[in-house]
């Protein structure tokens, strides 16, 4: 059974980097073809797909954010990442780690909230 | 971007009542329909895929239906553990977009 856990930060500075960690356990995160993705809920809004990395090394994301979000692969450490820059307070939100198959999301991590605050 | 509207935002329903939730697409999404289920500090859950396939796991009371543009999640027999939020999600094109949600409140 694939389970996803988030990890990192829970408060960042306005204009910082907010990184986010996915650990993959119960399966390699390189096996078969996968895609990863995160994604978000400000509290009170609706959920947000930010992007995904597969494993082929494709990396996508909402056109939204594009130019700030970074996803990438660790297949040594089993995880996956998320870098958004220059962040403001529209940034905080409980982040989620997701993997399919395609976009039908089966598993899910538990969530970080990470506020944006000075 | 694939707009995504659910209806409604919210409603109180007794144990035991059959519910229907309904989303509605900007445009067609064919059977790109996931619906998932969320409750206080947990992950959301996958339901139904594919507007109407019910995903290993989820008891039968859950079902799914439609194309299109419209699709619906109906429960036939509200059960104490359904009180959560609902959400549909469109895997149509990216970015995939999900509705504002549904919150199934006890009445």
């Known amino acids: 059974q694939v389970q996803l856990q988030e990890s990192g930060p829970g408060l960042v500075k306005p204009s910082q980097t907010l990184s986010l960690t996915c650990t993959v356990s119960g399966g390699s995160i390189s096996s078969g073809f996968n895609c990863w993705s995160w994604i978000r809920q400000p509290a009170g809004k609706g959920l947000e797909w930010i992007g995904r990395v597969c494993t082929s090394g494709n990396m996508n994301s909402n056109p939204s954010l594009k130019s700030r979000v970074t996803i990438s692969v660790d297949t040594s450490k089993n995880h996956f990442s998320l870098n958004l820059t220059s962040v403001t307070a529209a940034d905080t939100a409980v982040y989620y780690c997701?993997?399919?198959?395609?976009?039908?999301?089966?598993?899910w991590g538990q969530g970080i909230l990470v506020t944006v605050s000075s | 971007d694939i707009q995504m509207s659910q209806s409604p935002s919210s409603l109180s329903a007794s144990v035991g009542d059959r519910i229907t939730i309904t989303c509605r697409a900007s445009q067609s999404i064919t059977t790109y329909l996931n619906w998932y289920q969320r409750k206080p500090g947990k992950a959301p859950k996958l339901l139904i895929w594919?507007?109407?396939n019910l995903q290993s796991g989820v008891p039968s009371r859950f079902s799914g239906s439609g194309s299109g543009t419209d699709s619906t999640l109906t429960i036939s027999s509200l059960q104490p553990e359904d009180f959560a939020t609902y959400y549909c999600?469109?895997?149509?094109?990216?970015?995939?977009?999900f509705g504002g949600g549904t919150k199934v409140e006890i009445k």
């Open positions: 997701a993997r399919g198959p395609g976009f039908d999301f089966v598993y």
């Open positions: 999600q469109q895997s149509y094109s990216t970015p995939v977009t």
């Open positions: 594919g507007a109407s």
